[in-house]
């Protein structure tokens, strides 16, 4: 299980990476928002795998109408049913889509 303050320490680590509010929540942006806790429990991620991850998984992975608008790459994971190195890839991918540092 993965914690929103997993979130933040692997989001920190990466090049760049600043911390800001968003929407009254934590969020965390390379070029832009890559990480943003959407409530307490839930963070948004970038993705190229949203409905692949929501297909095999939606009681970990979902998004809601607000995250159907473009880019509509966005998806809501639960922490509670992320593993702390499977949550680390996907703020990996959401950094490089965000433009942290390394993308081409």
């Known amino acids: ?7 933040r320490a ?8 600043t911390e ?7 969020a965390w942006f390379a070029r832009t ?3 943003r806790i959407w409530e307490p429990g839930v963070v ?17 992975f979902f998004w809601t109408q ?3 608008r473009p880019p509509a790459n966005l998806v809501l994971v639960r ?3 992320i593993r ?13 889509i965000a433009g942290g540092a390394g993308r081409s």
């Open 84 to 96: 702390r190195d499977e949550l680390a890839e996907m703020i990996g991918e959401s950094y490089r």
């Open 20 to 26: 800001r509010m968003s929407w009254q929540q934590p």
């Open 44 to 60: 948004t991620l970038k993705t190229e795998e949203r409905e692949a991850l929501a297909a095999t998984d939606p009681d970990t």
């Open 10 to 17: 692997l989001c920190l680590a990466l090049p760049g990476v």
């Open 79 to 81: 922490l509670e049913r």
């Open 33 to 35: 928002l890559f990480a």
């Open 66 to 68: 607000h995250h159907e």
């Open 1 to 7: 299980m993965a914690t929103e303050g997993d979130v």
